[in-house]
C-alpha cells in the first residue's frame, strides 16, 4: 500500500493517524510517508523510494540504521529471552560503562524512556530537597509529563498548542517558566523564590525549538544559582547526551549537573532511558529511600544489549570528529547558498547536530525562534523530500549527521539546497 491509503486506515485506529503527534505532518504540511526499512543512512518507503535520512529516529541512530554490531547484539540476547522483571549482568556492566563516560554519575536507575527519566528525575529532587517548584525554560521539551507540559517546545510549538489539556492547574503552579540563555531573569526569580525551588531543569544544548546552544556562562551561570538557593540541577540530556562525544555534555562543558537524564542514543535505536547524579541523591530512591520509582522493563536484556554495544561502538570508533565536519560543512553550504539567493535562512549547528532556520537573526531563545518562517521551511522540506533528503518534518527540531553519512551525502545535500533556494520566494 502507499503512505496515502496506510495513512488514511490509520487515522481510523489511531488518533490522528500517528502514534507521536510530530510525525504527523501538521507544521509542514501533506500525509506522513510510511517507512519499510532503513539501512546506515537510507531510509526505504512502502512506495520504495530511497530517502537520505537526516532524522535519524529523532536522534538515537548516531551509528546510522540496523548497524551489524547492535542487531547482531539484538539477535543473540533476545534469543535467550526478552525480559525477566528480574536482574541481569547486562545492566550491571551497562551502568558501569554510564559512569565510566561520565564520572559524576555516581549511581544510575535505568528506565525505558527519556519522559521516564525526567519524570522520575524530578520526583527525586522533590523528594531530597522537600520543595515543590520547578523552573524550566520556554521552548524546552522535557517530555509529556504534566508538569512540563508548559511553554513546552517539539511538537508542541509546531502543532500551536500552548500547553496540553489535562495537566492540572495545580501541577502547572508548580512550575515557574523562563527564557532560555536569560540569566538575568533567573536571578530575580532565585532572589524572590529560591527557597520553594526543588530543581532547575535544562536542556544544555536545546533540540526541541530547533538547535539552540547556550551563551557563553549560562550553564556555569545555573550551577552557581542552584547552589546557592539549595535547589538542584538537571541536565536534561536525553539529545545531547552522547551525541557531541563520547560522553554527557555536562562532562564537555565542564558543568557538573546534580542530575542527569538520558535517553535516545543510549538505547542504539531501542526504548531506553536513564538518569543518574551524586549518590546522596540517588539513594533516596526505592528500595533505599521514600521516592518511589518501578518499572516493569527497565533494563530489559535487549534494551540494553542495543544500548551497550552502541556506546562500544562509539568510544571504540569516535566517529565525532568526522561527523562534526561534515555538519559544519553541510551548514557552512547552505548559510553561502542562502545569501547568494538572498533567502530568509541560516542553519545553526553544533557537533553533528543542525537546524535550517528560515530567519537570519540568531536564535537564542522561544521568543527568537518564533519569528521564523514556518511556511518557508514548508515548502524546502518538501522540496528536499521530493529530491530524496528526508529531514525532520518540523522547523522546530533539530537534523543529525549520523557515523553512515559521508561526504557523498552531504554533497547531495548540498547541491539540492542550493538549487531549491534559486526557486524560494525572498
Wanted: with cysteine.
Amino acid at each position: 500500500m502507499t503512505s496515502k491509503e496506510l495513512f488514511r486506515r490509520a487515522e481510523n485506529v489511531i488518533p490522528g493517524g500517528v502514534n507521536s503527534p510530530v510525525r504527523a505532518f501538521r507544521s509542514v504540511g501533506g500525509d506522513p510517508v510510511f517507512m519499510k526499512s532503513g539501512r546506515g543512512c537510507r531510509l526505504t518507503t512502502v512506495e520504495g523510494r530511497a530517502l537520505t535520512d537526516y532524522c535519524g529516529s529523532w536522534g538515537p541512530l548516531i551509528l546510522g540504521h540496523a548497524h551489524p554490531e547492535v542487531v547482531a547484539a539484538v539477535q543473540r540476547v533476545a534469543a535467550d529471552g526478552m525480559t525477566f522483571g528480574a536482574c541481569t549482568e547486562r545492566e550491571v556492566e551497562f551502568a558501569e560503562l554510564l559512569r565510566q563516560c561520565a564520572v559524576y554519575l555516581e549511581k544510575i536507575r535505568l528506565v525505558s524512556s527519556g519522559t521516564e527519566a525526567v519524570m522520575s528525575a524530578l520526583r527525586l529532587a522533590r523528594g531530597f530537597t522537600g520543595r515543590q517548584k520547578v523552573l524550566k525554560f520556554e521552548g524546552c521539551y522535557h517530555g509529556h509529563s504534566d508538569g512540563l507540559l508548559v511553554a513546552a517546545g517539539s511538537g508542541l510549538l509546531t502543532a500551536g498548542v500552548a500547553s496540553s489539556a489535562g495537566v492540572t492547574a495545580g501541577a502547572a503552579a508548580d512550575t515557574f517558566v523562563l527564557p532560555y540563555n536569560d540569566l538575568d531573569a533567573i536571578r530575580a526569580l532565585v532572589s524572590k523564590s529560591g527557597h520553594e525551588l526543588a530543581a532547575i531543569i535544562v536542556e544544555p544544548v536545546v533540540g526541541n525549538m530547533g538547535l539552540v546552544p547556550p551563551l557563553p556562562g549560562f550553564l556555569a551561570g545555573l550551577r552557581e544559582l542552584t547552589t546557592q538557593c539549595g535547589a538542584l540541577l538537571i541536565f536534561d540530556e536525553v539529545i545531547t547526551g552522547f551525541r557531541l562525544g563520547p560522553t554527557t555534555y555536562g562532562t564537555l562543558c565542564k558543568v557538573t549537573p546534580d542530575l542527569t537524564c538520558l535517553g535516545k542514543i543510549i538505547g542504539g535505536g531501542l526504548p531506553l532511558g536513564a538518569f543518574g547524579g551524586r549518590a546522596e541523591i540517588m539513594d533516596h530512591l526505592a528500595p533505599l529511600g521514600r521516592v518511589y520509582q518501578a518499572g516493569t522493563l527497565s533494563g530489559n536484556p535487549v534494551a540494553v544489549a542495543a544500548g551497550l554495544t552502541t556506546l562500544q561502538i562509539l568510544r571504540r570508533e569516535n566517529p565525532y570528529p568526522r561527523i562534526e565536519k561534515l555538519a559544519a560543512r553541510l551548514a557552512t553550504v547552505f548559510n553561502t547558498a542562502a545569501r547568494k539567493y538572498d533567502v530568509t535562512a541560516h542553519c545553526a549547528q553544533l557537533g553533528s547536530l543542525f537546524t535550517p532556520f528560515f530567519t537570519t537573526a540568531p536564535i537564542r531563545n522561544l521568543t527568537d525562534a518564533k519569528r521564523c518562517d514556518t511556511a518557508a521551511f514548508a515548502r524546502f522540506f518538501h522540496g528536499m523530500l521530493d529530491r530524496g533528503i528526508y529531514l525532520p518534518p518540523a522547523q522546530f527540531e533539530a537534523a543529525f549527521v549520523s557515523a553512515a553519512h559521508t561526504d557523498a551525502e552531504i554533497d547531495q545535500f548540498c547541491i539540492t539546497a542550493d538549487s531549491l533556494f534559486q526557486a524560494l520566494e525572498k
